[in-house]
């Protein structure tokens, strides 16, 4: 077993209070928002001349502009080109944001925030193949590119197949559920070779609109775990268990936390068996969220909620306040549940470890697991699969910073496709369905 899942393994059993970092998608610190920076070449900040005033967007152009850019069949070229201080600044401090021009497929934005993503499983130097974040208005007023202002890339230094994210968000979404969109990604630093990456939809505003057009203006929190780079302390984020404040909000109104702090309170209110569900549900889509926990079982995400309390999020719809779940990060998907030391019939999460004691919550669950294998289409993903797989394949040979052998990233790939072709029986047999 190597070291980064031994260190994830860990994160079980550990639950030591952090102190520090963000609450962002992966806990740095960041430059603070009133940071000054003089001179910025080609300021794009969606201004009005002269008068202040916001620029109309067009909202159709910039969506007909993302939906062909993340879509699994393109590599496109990422162009970071930092200056020597922000470049000596990223590598002395990559959890707070340095400057670079940032050309994605010939198209340059300029003065952008940039800073290393992950932590103890992913987060990597600049001098290895790190993860990085993009704020495209971090300097630069309401700056964007075709209308997205956060840009993420995913380094697949724990996933050899580059595939597992891609597969993973797109099974949430064949079943209906909010879930980032993912493309591929050719990366230069001072035109320096950095590889393969997967390009992740960041799970921020845009997304919530794409997602939620008429329902986009909630509060969405990070559930990720808050990490303290200082100490190597970290917590655990679920409900009822006197963490609230440490969730973070990404988007919404700053209600210092209420709607979390709600939550908990009916779980600790709530009986401890029958009646459970029911007197949870004012606040939680119950149907919405059985079927993230059976997608999460059928993509063998145990670095998600269910089974570690880890890489989600959580979205309150304005229109009821009800709480929806966000997938978030599948480095550590399509594994099973017995080689970590868990099991799918004992979630470790709260709404989960609960509901499992109430029949009727228990029932709602099992029947949500047949309702999400009759969205899942085995053939289809397939089919992608092979397609990503061939588009991929010299990019991932040729990928001078990656950290498996190409065996590895050949063999993992057909893991995959054996996972997927023999997933649903899996399940079928596990729950007797």
């Known amino acids: 077993m190597s070291l980064?899942?031994?260190?994830?393994?860990?994160?079980?059993?550990n639950t030591t209070i952090g102190i520090g970092g963000d609450g962002d998608d992966d806990g740095g610190t960041g430059t603070p928002r009133d940071t000054a920076i003089d001179e910025l070449p080609g300021d794009t900040t969606d201004t009005g001349e002269d008068t202040g005033e916001p620029v109309e967007r067009d909202r159709a152009a910039e969506a007909a502009?993302?939906?062909?850019?993340?879509?699994?069949?393109?590599?496109?070229?990422?162009?970071?080109?930092?200056?020597?201080?922000?470049?000596?600044?990223?590598?002395?401090?990559?959890?707070?944001?340095?400057?670079?021009?940032?050309?994605?497929?010939?198209?340059?934005?300029?003065?952008v925030g940039i800073r290393l993503r992950g932590k103890i499983g992913s987060y990597r130097e600049l001098s290895q193949k790190p993860k990085f974040k993009f704020d495209l208005n971090e300097y630069n007023g309401e700056q964007r590119l075709h209308g997205l202002k956060t840009m993420l890339l995913n380094n697949s230094v724990v996933d050899c197949s580059y595939l597992r994210e891609p597969i993973g968000y797109q099974v949430f979404r064949d079943a209906g559920l909010p879930a980032s969109r993912t493309s591929f990604a050719h990366v230069e630093v001072n035109g320096?070779?950095?590889?393969?990456?997967?390009?992740?939809?960041?799970?921020?505003?845009?997304?919530?609109?794409?997602?939620?057009?008429?329902?986009?203006?909630?509060?969405?929190?990070?559930?990720?775990?808050?990490?303290?780079?200082?100490?190597?302390?970290?917590?655990?984020?679920?409900?009822?268990?006197?963490?609230?404040?440490?969730?973070?909000?990404?988007?919404?109104?700053?209600?210092?936390?209420?709607?979390?702090v709600a939550v908990s309170d009916a779980v600790w209110d709530a009986p401890r068996g029958p009646g459970y569900q029911a007197a949870v549900d004012p606040l939680v889509d119950w149907e919405q969220w059985h079927t993230a926990w059976a997608l999460e079982q059928w993509t063998g995400h145990l670095d998600g909620y269910q089974m570690n309390r880890n890489n989600y999020r959580v979205y309150f719809r304005p229109s009821d306040g009800k709480m929806e779940y966000v997938p978030t990060d599948f480095?550590?998907?399509?594994?099973?549940?017995?080689?970590?030391?868990?099991?799918?019939?004992?979630?470790?999460?709260?709404?989960?470890?609960r509901c499992f004691i109430d029949a009727d919550c228990a029932d709602a669950h099992r029947a949500s697991l047949g309702s999400m294998l009759?969205?899942?289409?085995?053939?289809?993903?397939?089919?992608?699969?092979?397609?990503?797989?061939?588009?991929?394949?010299?990019?991932?040979?040729?990928?001078?910073?990656?950290?498996?052998?190409?065996?590895?990233?050949?063999?993992?790939?057909?893991?995959?496709?054996?996972?997927?072709?023999?997933?649903?029986?899996?399940?079928?047999?596990?729950?007797?369905?």
């Open 4 to 13: 980064s899942l031994l260190l994830a393994v860990a994160c079980v059993q």
């Open 65 to 111: 502009w993302q939906d062909e850019f993340f879509v699994n069949t393109k590599i496109h070229q990422y162009e970071i080109t930092l200056d020597e201080d922000n470049y000596r600044a990223l590598r002395r401090d990559g959890h707070s944001f340095a400057v670079a021009d940032l050309t994605v497929d010939g198209e340059t934005v300029p003065g």
């Open 192 to 260: 320096e070779n950095y590889g393969l990456y997967v390009v992740i939809e960041a799970p921020d505003s845009e997304l919530l609109r794409v997602v939620h057009p008429e329902d986009d203006e909630g509060n969405l929190y990070d559930g990720k775990y808050v990490y303290d780079w200082n100490t190597g302390n970290y917590t655990m984020l679920d409900f009822a268990a006197n963490v609230d404040s440490l969730y973070a909000l990404e988007e919404g109104t700053e209600v210092e936390n209420a709607d979390i």
């Open 331 to 353: 480095d550590y998907a399509f594994l099973s549940d017995g080689g970590w030391g868990v099991w799918w019939t004992g979630p470790i999460g709260v709404l989960a470890s």
């Open 374 to 433: 009759e969205r899942i289409d085995p053939n289809a993903l397939r089919a992608q699969l092979a397609e990503m797989k061939a588009l991929i394949a010299d990019e991932a040979a040729d990928d001078p910073r990656r950290e498996c052998g190409t065996s590895d990233v050949w063999a993992t790939q057909s893991y995959l496709d054996s996972w997927i072709s023999g997933r649903d029986a899996q399940v079928r047999a596990a729950w007797r369905l």
